[in-house]
């Protein structure tokens, strides 16, 4: 079945610094991905839609300069948090479905097993 | 994007079929009901997908009226691993999905 792989699974970092995160996809094209953040006890939410070749498209009240999104391939797309503060500390989850556009292959979106976020 | 209603939580003992009921009665026609499952800290897990009447895998089965504006997961003979958060949600493939509340579901000995 479909693999989405998302690394690191767990980071600790100093207020102030970058992380990024990655998903792939490991078995499949993946044209659009998606971002979700989630706290705990919380349901997920969904941060931005990630697009291959062009920019992402962001829920309201994402910050677009705080959670920049690159999906450079149909395989991977990153999520990287700049200046990370102790509120950013959250659990995040990418997912991926089958690109549409190169198959009838009717398949449901597929998660990564998360990045757990810490910042100090 | 149509918007799921789902019992916050339920409970359950070991042996027992577990059936948990969403609500989505804005469903589009071209929307799939798909049903994931969560424990914690891990993404969720895809249990199973239905469009319309029943459709069953070996681990759940997923009835959906003829209106298809609810859908029913059933979780035969449950076990303490199914304790776990699960979802349903609604839309087309690869279309962005809004998660609801979910049900958490205890399973007790």
């Known amino acids: 079945g479909a693999v989405v792989s998302q690394h690191p699974s767990w980071v600790i970092c100093k207020s102030g610094t970058s992380v990024k995160i990655e998903c792939r996809s490991l078995?499949?094209?993946?044209?659009?991905m998606f971002w979700y953040r989630q706290f705990p006890k919380q349901s997920l939410m969904l941060m931005a839609t990630s697009n291959e070749g062009s920019k992402a498209t962001y829920e309201q009240g994402v910050e677009k300069d705080k959670f920049l999104i690159n999906h450079a391939s149909l395989t991977l797309s990153t999520l990287t948090v700049t200046s990370a503060h102790p509120e950013d500390s959250s659990f995040y989850i990418c997912s991926a479905g089958w690109d549409r556009s190169t198959t009838a292959y009717n398949s449901p979106l597929h998660f990564g097993n998360g990045t757990r976020l810490t910042v100090t | 994007l149509a918007k799921t209603t789902q019992p916050i939580s339920m409970d359950s003992y070991e042996g027992q079929e577990v059936n948990i009921t969403c609500s989505h009665n804005n469903i589009a026609t071209n929307d799939y009901i798909t049903w994931y499952q969560q424990f914690p800290s891990q993404g969720p897990r895809f249990i199973i997908q239905?469009?319309?009447t029943k459709v069953t895998n070996e681990v759940a089965s997923l009835f959906i009226p003829a209106d298809r504006k609810s859908s029913t997961l059933s979780l035969p003979r449950v076990s303490l691993s199914d304790t776990a958060v699960y979802y349903c949600l609604v839309g087309e493939n690869t279309d962005k999905l809004i998660f609801g509340t979910g049900t958490r579901l205890q399973v007790f000995p």
């Open positions: 239905g469009y319309k």
């Open positions: 078995d499949f094209q993946a044209t659009t």
